[in-house]
């Protein structure tokens, strides 16, 4: 479902005219005239980071993920794996549609139909050309990063109304790199997947609207060879079933969801036994059985702590806001956890602090997520603080010594001119964007007060819960549970390129 919808920025208009076609609706109309009635959704959600991630025209309600998995044989095979989907996808046009586009990298389409009816496959029309009849066409185009599968269904599709697209692809899985060269999207190991997608990898593995202003719920089966462990959002909808020799696996994630949280990760888990939160959160583990040793004992000496940190960010943020929990961790170590939606994935070993780190993030980036990728700090800064108050807690250094800590060495003019609250494509997991974010909410806790500070945090969950909101509605609710105006603030803190003055250091 649409959070509120974005601009369109001014790249897209360019955009638009490079793929030619996509977007087109035909010859100008007179002036004066009505335009046609029915016209292409746009091929991006306005995001100006990713322009071509997510689409418009249309809201997703629900994606059913029907996946065959093969992973690489042993080494010296290459690291490739047979990828086999069929998604289904339910979606409500917020437009009269002629055509709409939705987000596909690296898979190839074989069938698909439009409320059961089959659309043919075709090259992409020249631009303004008009297609006959019901069609989808696919651009893949690596090196402009423009990953569009558009179709034409035909009837058109009335604003208001609900289809239901069957899209069967498949491909050979690799390990898709983003715009900043990092490892995410259907990340192949040697003993299956490791499936962290933000931001905009989901696309690598299945047809859907990448943004993260169109949640939606999600059911998946992930048939495997036997012995191999599929382990999705949620919860195991039905036992898994097994015959000759391949393992279907079930699993069910009804809250709502942004693609990038979505995760389907395959390996050689040993999935533990379901255990709970005092409040009666399901937390269900699944662990690499190839970790062993410290690893093995730090992982399992963090993940037990999860009941109990589940219930210090209930007690801080309020409810937990999904129907699970739990941890996968894989031991193929590319070095770093993504907070996929109920169940975050770390590579190697689970560490305390990040435990707590992408448990922090089920609140803050999941239930409310940045509904422009600009927004990132919203989502590294709250778990970053989310560190820092659990940290004392514990009994260890109060989050004030952890502000001086950040706050007195000295730093590069390279560190402080970096903008938190604009940080590029290319920065959205710079060092800042955790740490001057964290500061920047510590800051704001010194500027209105403990009682306003954690008043307006659950407000903000509360407001934008399955949704998204940006840094200027976040400003909106601490303004209004402080009666602040907060604009020097945050200009100082998101925007300055400079070190914030010591007005918000505490002695
Ligand atoms: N959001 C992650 C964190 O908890 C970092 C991250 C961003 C990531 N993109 C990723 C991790 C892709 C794995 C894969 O800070
Ligand atoms: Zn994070």
């Given at each position: 479902?649409?959070?509120?919808?974005?601009?369109?920025?001014?790249?897209?208009?360019?955009?638009l005219?490079?793929i030619g076609g996509l977007g087109a609706t035909g010859a100008?109309?007179?002036?004066?005239?009505?335009?046609p009635r029915y016209t292409a959704g746009s091929q991006?959600?306005?995001?100006?980071?990713?322009?071509y991630?997510?689409n418009g025209g249309y809201?997703v309600?629900?994606?059913?993920?029907?996946?065959?998995?093969?992973?690489?044989?042993?080494?010296?095979?290459?690291?490739?794996?047979?990828?086999?989907g069929v998604a289904t996808i339910?979606l409500?046009a917020?437009q009269d549609l002629d055509r709409f586009n939705l987000d596909l990298r690296?898979m190839e389409v074989s069938s698909l139909t439009v409320d059961g009816k089959p659309a043919r496959a075709i090259a992409p029309p020249a631009p303004g050309a008009e297609v006959d009849g019901a069609a989808y066409w696919h651009v893949q185009d690596?090196?402009?990063?423009i990953w569009e599968l558009t179709v034409q269904p035909r009837p058109k599709i009335k604003?208001?109304q609900?289809v239901q697209l069957v899209v069967e692809y498949g491909?050979?899985?690799?390990?898709?790199?983003?715009?900043?060269?990092?490892?995410?999207?259907?990340?192949?190991?040697?003993?299956?997947?490791?499936?962290?997608?933000?931001?905009?990898?989901?696309m690598?593995?299945y047809p859907v609207s990448?943004?993260?202003?169109?949640?939606?719920?999600?059911?998946?089966?992930?048939?495997?060879?036997?012995?191999?462990?599929?382990?999705?959002?949620?919860?195991?909808?039905?036992?898994?079933?097994?015959?000759?020799?391949?393992?279907?696996?079930?699993?069910?994630?009804?809250?709502?969801?942004?693609?990038?949280?979505?995760?389907?990760?395959?390996?050689?888990?040993?999935?533990?036994?379901?255990?709970?939160?005092?409040?009666?959160?399901?937390?269900?583990?699944?662990?690499?059985?190839?970790?062993?040793?410290?690893?093995?004992?730090?992982?399992?000496?963090?993940?037990?702590?999860?009941?109990?940190?589940?219930?210090?960010?209930?007690?801080?943020?309020?409810?937990?806001?999904?129907?699970?929990?739990?941890?996968?961790?894989?031991?193929?170590?590319?070095?770093?956890?993504?907070?996929?939606?109920?169940?975050?994935?770390?590579?190697?070993?689970?560490?305390?602090?990040?435990?707590?780190?992408?448990?922090?993030?089920?609140?803050?980036?999941?239930?409310?997520?940045?509904?422009?990728?600009?927004?990132?700090?919203?989502?590294?800064?709250?778990?970053?603080?989310?560190?820092?108050?659990?940290?004392?807690?514990?009994?260890?250094?109060?989050?004030?010594?952890?502000?001086?800590?950040?706050?007195?060495?000295?730093?590069?003019?390279?560190?402080?001119?970096?903008?938190?609250?604009?940080?590029?494509?290319?920065?959205?997991?710079?060092?800042?964007?955790?740490?001057?974010?964290?500061?920047?909410?510590?800051?704001?806790?010194?500027?209105?007060?403990?009682?306003?500070?954690?008043?307006?945090?659950?407000?903000?969950?509360?407001?934008?819960?399955?949704?998204?909101?940006?840094?200027?509605?976040?400003?909106?609710?601490?303004?209004?549970?402080?009666?602040?105006?907060?604009?020097?603030?945050?200009?100082?803190?998101?925007?300055?390129?400079?070190?914030?003055?010591?007005?918000?250091?505490?002695?």
């Amino acid at each position: 479902m649409n959070g509120k919808r974005l601009k369109l920025v001014g790249g897209l208009a360019v955009a638009l005219t490079v793929i030619g076609g996509l977007g087109a609706t035909g010859a100008a109309a007179a002036p004066g005239a009505p335009g046609p009635r029915y016209t292409a959704g746009s091929q991006g959600a306005g995001d100006a980071y990713f322009p071509y991630s997510g689409n418009g025209g249309y809201d997703v309600s629900h994606y059913d993920l029907d996946v065959t998995y093969t992973p690489p044989a042993a080494a010296p095979a290459p690291l490739e794996g047979r990828f086999e989907g069929v998604a289904t996808i339910d979606l409500v046009a917020t437009q009269d549609l002629d055509r709409f586009n939705l987000d596909l990298r690296g898979m190839e389409v074989s069938s698909l139909t439009v409320d059961g009816k089959p659309a043919r496959a075709i090259a992409p029309p020249a631009p303004g050309a008009e297609v006959d009849g019901a069609a989808y066409w696919h651009v893949q185009d690596d090196e402009e990063r423009i990953w569009e599968l558009t179709v034409q269904p035909r009837p058109k599709i009335k604003k208001g109304q609900s289809v239901q697209l069957v899209v069967e692809y498949g491909g050979t899985t690799t390990r898709p790199l983003d715009i900043e060269e990092a490892p995410y999207g259907w990340w192949t190991t040697r003993d299956g997947a490791m499936v962290v997608s933000e931001p905009d990898g989901s696309m690598t593995w299945y047809p859907v609207s990448d943004h993260q202003t169109d949640k939606a719920s999600y059911s998946f089966a992930i048939t495997v060879p036997e012995g191999k462990v599929a382990v999705a959002n949620g919860v195991q909808s039905k036992p898994e079933q097994t015959a000759g020799g391949w393992t279907t696996w079930y699993w069910d994630a009804p809250d709502q969801q942004a693609s990038y949280l979505t995760t389907a990760s395959v390996g050689d888990f040993e999935l533990r036994p379901t255990y709970t939160s005092t409040s009666g959160v399901p937390i269900i583990d699944a662990v690499d059985t190839k970790i062993t040793g410290n690893a093995l004992t730090n992982t399992n000496a963090s993940l037990g702590l999860q009941p109990q940190m589940i219930d210090f960010l209930e007690s801080r943020f309020g409810p937990y806001p999904f129907n699970s929990y739990g941890s996968i961790v894989d031991n193929d170590s590319v070095g770093y956890a993504l907070e996929t939606q109920t169940r975050p994935v770390y590579s190697g070993s689970a560490g305390q602090g990040t435990v707590l780190h992408e448990l922090a993030h089920q609140w803050f980036g999941n239930a409310v997520s940045p509904e422009r990728w600009a927004d990132i700090w919203l989502n590294e800064g709250w778990a970053t603080y989310a560190t820092w108050l659990w940290t004392e807690h514990r009994g260890g250094i109060t989050a004030q010594q952890a502000y001086n800590n950040w706050y007195a060495p000295a730093r590069t003019p390279a560190y402080w001119s970096f903008q938190i609250g604009d940080p590029g494509a290319l920065g959205l997991f710079a060092t800042q964007v955790y740490n001057r974010g964290a500061a920047t909410l510590h800051a704001l806790r010194v500027e209105v007060g403990d009682e306003a500070f954690f008043a307006g945090s659950r407000l903000w969950l509360e407001r934008h819960n399955d949704s998204a909101g940006t840094a200027e509605d976040f400003q909106a609710v601490f303004e209004e549970v402080s009666g602040e105006d907060l604009d020097a603030f945050f200009q100082t803190w998101l925007y300055d390129q400079v070190k914030p003055p010591a007005t918000w250091t505490l002695p």
